[in-house]
């Protein structure tokens, strides 16, 4: 018993692994990898609690490899020596199955000294990342590897993985364990997709009430206790923050504002007022921009007062502005014009100026045409005369394309209209 609860309930067949349905349903590749004994060196890359540890002890089980499990915290290159010393012992006849947990805390002399051994063959390597690999995983152990995603776990998964605990420690107690199923759902939500801290969750709550007789009746009020606010709690460092952030943009962006509203509250709820201010700024000079350009000034209030009343007040005028740039006309006409224009610079295109837009008064003998010779728009009707602003070699070049909307359909007609009379 005093192994504790998440590893004496650890599935020890695929068909009981909650969710990862993209993975492990009977039609699907990784699933028929496993099925036929044969693995290549893979990368498990997901949050935590969804299964990656579990999926690689069925693996080495199934293929009858010897399973060796280091953590890239605190294992060192000398832990990797001492497995491959192994092979040659009983433990390797099959080949041992190295499940490297965390490998993004792995430095590259450490990953480069695998590569040998996974290369032919002795070694299986699994190694399992909360972090994006492609960002965190040497390219060497990547082109060696088959990168698997792993997905947070739904609320129905969750809930039917908290049922087999249940049974599985009415079992082992012989107590009747009473609950609810509204607070079976609830531990399901509030979890948000980790396994592990759902199981956990669930028995702290048996374990914090009263026994009578043979039954222990657990209470919704005891469960809400237990698991409030552990599913907005995240790493503002890690992909879930960088997720989160995006899904908060997206939902702005595509006009959703009940969506945009949920995850200004999830980050809210994790106390990032910073980057919730951020991206609705960006959002609203990115998204709605030209289409509603006085929104620019209106969500600049609204952040700084969310700024200067801080959190939980800030929630209000963030609300108040999510929801205007949610609903507001999209356009990213600018937007686009300005990542033309960067597109060019950066590749070296229109160098110099035209001679009448330059802030100089002479000519050197070698010029024919003396004089700067600018136009003062302000001179002539409409304010505006035909004269060249860009660069002589992107002459011709079109950064900005009016959107649909009425607003850049007005600038458009406007710009028809002046330069008609030219």
């Known amino acids: 018993m005093d192994t504790p609860l998440a590893d004496r309930i650890r599935p020890k067949i695929l068909d009981d692994i909650a969710g990862q349905h993209h993975l492990l349903d009977k039609d699907r590749p990784l699933r028929r990898i496993i099925e036929s004994g044969k693995i290549p060196n893979m990368v498990f890359y997901g949050p935590s609690g969804v299964g990656k540890t579990t999926l690689a002890s069925i693996i080495a089980r199934q ?19 001492g497995i491959v010393e192994e092979l040659s012992g009983f433990s390797g006849v099959n080949g041992i199955l190295l499940y490297l947990d965390e490998i993004q805390y792995f430095n590259k002399k450490q990953q480069q000294t695998l590569l040998e051994f996974i290369e032919n063959g002795s070694i299986t390597l699994i190694a399992s990342t909360t972090e994006n690999p492609y960002f965190y995983v040497y390219s060497a ?7 698997f995603e792993f997905k947070a776990l739904d609320k129905d ?26 607070s079976i759902e609830h531990i399901a939500y509030a979890c948000g997709g980790d396994v592990r801290k759902a199981v956990n969750a669930i028995e702290l709550s048996i374990l914090s009430s009263p026994l ?3 039954k222990r009746v657990v209470s919704y009020e005891t469960v809400q206790q237990l698991t409030q606010k552990s599913a907005v709690k995240y790493d503002r460092e890690g992909d879930e923050h960088y997720d989160l952030l995006s899904a908060f943009q997206k939902s702005m962006r595509g006009s959703d504002p009940d969506a945009a509203v949920h995850y200004l509250a999830r980050i809210l709820a994790a106390d990032d007022l910073p980057s919730a201010c951020r991206r609705l700024m960006v959002c609203a000079c990115e998204d709605v921009g030209l289409a509603n350009p006085q929104i620019i000034p209106i969500v600049k209030a609204a952040v700084d007062a969310a ?10 005028p963030l609300a108040d502005a999510v929801v205007l740039v949610a609903l ?14 960067m597109a060019d610079v950066q ?7 035209p001679r009448q837009l330059q802030n100089k008064h002479y000519d050197g003998d070698d010029v024919k045409n003396k004089g700067q010779h600018y136009i003062y728009p302000h001179d002539y009707p409409d304010h505006w005369v035909y004269q060249q602003y860009l660069p ?13 909307n009425k607003n850049e359909q007005a600038y458009r007609e406007y710009w028809r209209r002046i330069k008609k009379k030219s």
């Open 63 to 81: 293929t009858n490899k010897t399973l060796r499990k280091l953590n890239g915290t605190t294992a060192t290159t000398a832990d990797i020596r």
């Open 141 to 147: 152990i990547l082109s060696r590897s088959t990168v």
């Open 157 to 182: 998964d969750v809930a039917a993985a908290v049922r087999r605990t249940l049974k599985i420690l009415g079992e082992e107690t012989g107590e009747e364990i009473d609950i609810s199923e509204s």
């Open 212 to 214: 009578d007789g043979n």
């Open 307 to 316: 700024m200067m009343v801080g959190l939980p007040e800030a929630r209000i």
């Open 328 to 341: 507001s006309p999209k356009s990213n006409s600018a937007y686009m014009a300005i990542n033309k224009a």
């Open 347 to 353: 590749e070296g295109k229109g160098g110099g100026f």
């Open 392 to 404: 002589d070699s992107l002459m011709g070049t079109v950064y900005y394309e009016p959107g649909e």
